[in-house]
């Protein structure tokens, strides 16, 4: 069975502070994918990152980096200088080998001006 | 690339009718699709999985009388609630896969049921 834990349900920082968001992962597979999603109010999901399970390297782009430590089955997502715009849901999610995407429950990041 | 829509972006209607919604994909041809719901301040829940010409494939406790799933071709997914009362009012998310698994995730039908 696959799991996805955020375990923040919601984050309120102040523009231009950083803000890091967990997650924590649960599978058998030896092969699976994790993803971060934004969801502003509109409702659209929009797609931020994916990493597969062989591919340990922190990757940066722009403001967001991820942390992958498949030692602690963790995938932690950071805002850095946070600005107003980045207030939305955030999912992370994984997928494994039966092609479904398991969602974890979401962390409201609330930035003010 | 890679864009998904879904019509209608929201709809009402009244309790007992039914409501059918549209997810297609536009440039490219989506081998599987699948239907999530959310509920106000919740996740996504995966609903049901299609693929094209085959009958869904839903997931433990959804009706399947209830959410009628047709995948008619590889760019369109139909999702009919059928005799929809209050509690089916979420927002419906669709989403389409390629040969290489990766999802495409569409805008979400908010339905409210009246």
């Given at each position: 069975a696959q799991k996805v834990t955020q375990a923040q349900t919601e984050i309120s920082v102040v523009e231009k502070e950083d803000v890091t968001l967990d997650c924590v992962y649960e599978t058998r597979d030896t092969t699976y994918y994790l993803f971060w999603y934004k969801q502003p109010p509109s409702g659209e999901l929009v797609f931020l990152i994916r990493r597969n399970s062989f591919d340990e390297q922190n990757e940066i782009s722009g403001r967001y980096s991820w942390n992958f430590q498949k030692s602690t089955s963790s995938f932690n997502f950071t805002i850095t200088a946070?600005?107003?715009?980045?207030?939305a849901v955030y999912f992370c999610a994984l997928r494994s080998n039966d092609y479904k995407l398991s969602f974890g429950a979401g962390t409201t990041v609330t930035v003010r001006a | 690339g890679a864009v998904v829509s879904q019509h209608p972006s929201w709809v009402i209607c009244k309790s007992g009718t039914s409501v059918k919604i549209e997810c297609r994909s536009l440039d490219f041809q989506a081998t599987t699709m699948f239907w999530y719901r959310q509920f106000p301040k919740q996740s996504l829940m995966l609903m049901a999985t299609s693929n094209e010409g085959s009958k869904a494939t839903y997931e433990q406790g959804v009706e399947k009388d209830k959410f009628l799933i047709n995948?008619?071709?590889?760019?369109l997914s139909t999702l009919t609630v059928t005799?929809?009362?209050?509690?089916?009012s979420s927002f419906y998310i669709c989403s389409a896969g390629t040969f290489s698994y990766e999802q495409y995730f569409g805008p979400g039908t908010r339905l409210t049921v009246t």
């Amino acid at each position: 069975a696959q799991k996805v834990t955020q375990a923040q349900t919601e984050i309120s920082v102040v523009e231009k502070e950083d803000v890091t968001l967990d997650c924590v992962y649960e599978t058998r597979d030896t092969t699976y994918y994790l993803f971060w999603y934004k969801q502003p109010p509109s409702g659209e999901l929009v797609f931020l990152i994916r990493r597969n399970s062989f591919d340990e390297q922190n990757e940066i782009s722009g403001r967001y980096s991820w942390n992958f430590q498949k030692s602690t089955s963790s995938f932690n997502f950071t805002i850095t200088a946070s600005q107003v715009v980045d207030s939305a849901v955030y999912f992370c999610a994984l997928r494994s080998n039966d092609y479904k995407l398991s969602f974890g429950a979401g962390t409201t990041v609330t930035v003010r001006a | 690339g890679a864009v998904v829509s879904q019509h209608p972006s929201w709809v009402i209607c009244k309790s007992g009718t039914s409501v059918k919604i549209e997810c297609r994909s536009l440039d490219f041809q989506a081998t599987t699709m699948f239907w999530y719901r959310q509920f106000p301040k919740q996740s996504l829940m995966l609903m049901a999985t299609s693929n094209e010409g085959s009958k869904a494939t839903y997931e433990q406790g959804v009706e399947k009388d209830k959410f009628l799933i047709n995948h008619a071709s590889l760019t369109l997914s139909t999702l009919t609630v059928t005799s929809a009362h209050p509690e089916d009012s979420s927002f419906y998310i669709c989403s389409a896969g390629t040969f290489s698994y990766e999802q495409y995730f569409g805008p979400g039908t908010r339905l409210t049921v009246t």
